[in-house]
DNA sequence: ATGCTGACGTCGC
DNA sequence: CGCGACGCCAGCA
């Protein structure tokens, strides 16, 4: 399991809850900045994957709820959000400059 | 085997 | 400042 989806993965379960990051920012903590497409891809499959990966903590770099479509259902990642007290309007995360999770920050070591 | 698409991001005009 | 095109990796037709 040292595919890139996995490291995906693991990075993301990292996202501490009421925190939120971006798919560029993933990507450029794994070493492909232009690789975003392919982290946002990999939550496509983060649902089978176990443990379950809080992909819903994942939006784009403007905290947009651009993946919400591809839940459960519409309004599923906005609840998830507010249920760790995450406020989202307009399908943006309120705050999210100060909510942003970096890897490369709070994991930098 | 080749080509297109997809939950993004950055650069160029 | 707003819009368009390209790049990237992986899955699927």
């Known amino acids: 399991m040292d595919d890139f989806f996995d490291l995906v993965y693991q990075v993301v379960r990292q996202i501490p809850p009421g925190r939120v990051s971006s798919y560029g920012a993933i990507a450029r903590y794994l070493g492909s900045g232009k690789s975003a497409r392919t982290v946002g891809w990999a939550m496509n499959a983060s649902h089978h994957v176990q443990?379950?990966?809080?992909?819903?903590?994942?939006?784009?770099?403007?905290?947009?709820?651009?993946?919400?479509?591809?839940?459960?259902?519409?309004?599923?990642?906005?609840a998830l959000l507010n249920a760790e007290g995450i406020s989202v309007v307009d399908h943006c995360v309120v705050g999210f400059n100060e909510l942003f999770w970096d890897p490369s920050v709070e994991l930098m070591l």
Request: hydrophobic content about 30%.
């Open 51 to 78: 443990p379950p990966v809080p992909a819903h903590r994942v939006v784009n770099r403007n905290g947009m709820l651009s993946g919400q479509h591809h839940f459960e259902g519409p309004g599923a990642m906005e």
